[in-house]
């Protein structure tokens, strides 16, 4: 089994300012990785993947990176709405896959 | 535009049963898997399974095999999902989720919003 590692837990950030989030998987996985974020009584979003791939709709601010074990979710300027709970995926060894314990952005 | 919508919330008692269904529109239901997600309370999301609406073929996390039926209404795009042996630990919201691609695809892009389901004598 993949065991998905976030950190940090808690985010505290400043409207404007930059966040970057961090995923660690126990195994390589190549780029087999996705973000998603989740604000409360919502379901998640899908935000990246393949590491850093955008689907339609997702602003530009949203950059994955990162290849192997140790991947990131950078949000480069934060907007109000930007605030929520942000999960990582891996997808690597079909059909399982797993979420880490997410992180959480707040406002400073 | 693709929609899922789901059943409501649901209470149930250890040692029963309970079945969420989870319905799909604006694209052709058969060409997408549906996966489904449990979340507890203020915990990372945990995958459940997925089924091929195509031809019903299932595959279920190790955990919830023997307790866990995925089925699908092709005539009514629904997709249902039946838990059996509740306990207190299975509180939870439980999410259908469309993949993002056609194919075998674990990425979710299409949610529905959630049944929570509660488990308490």
């Known amino acids: 089994e993949i065991v998905v590692t976030q950190s940090p837990a808690t985010l505290s950030v400043s409207p404007g300012e930059r966040a970057t989030l961090s995923c660690r998987t126990s195994q390589n996985i190549d780029r087999n990785v996705a973000w998603y974020q989740q604000k409360p009584g919502q379901a998640p979003r899908l935000l990246t993947y393949a590491a850093a791939t955008r689907p339609p709709g997702v602003p530009a601010r949203f950059r994955g990176g990162g290849s192997g074990t140790e991947f990131t979710l950078t949000i480069t300027s934060l907007q109000s709405e930007d605030f929520a709970v942000y999960y990582c995926?891996?997808?690597?060894?079909?059909?399982?896959?797993?979420f880490g314990q997410g992180t959480k952005v707040e406002i400073k | 535009q693709v929609q899922v919508v789901q059943s409501g919330a649901e209470v149930r008692k250890p040692g029963a049963s309970v079945k969420i269904s989870c319905k799909a529109s604006?694209?052709?239901?058969?060409?997408?898997?549906f996966h489904w997600v449990r979340q507890a309370h203020g915990q990372g999301p945990e995958w459940l399974g997925f089924?091929?609406?195509?031809?019903?073929?299932?595959v279920y996390a190790e955990k919830f095999q023997g307790r866990l039926t995925l089925t699908r209404d092709t005539s009514t795009s629904t997709v249902y999902m039946e838990l059996s042996y509740l306990s207190p630990d299975d509180t939870a919201n439980y999410f259908c989720?469309?993949?993002?691609?056609?194919?075998?695809?674990?990425?979710?892009?299409?949610w529905g919003q959630g049944s929570l389901v509660t488990v308490s004598s």
């Open positions: 089924i091929d609406p195509s031809g019903g073929s299932t």
């Open positions: 995926q891996q997808y690597n060894n079909w059909p399982l896959h797993s």
């Open positions: 604006g694209y052709t239901f058969s060409n997408y898997l």
């Open positions: 989720a469309r993949a993002r691609s056609s194919g075998w695809d674990s990425l979710l892009a299409y």
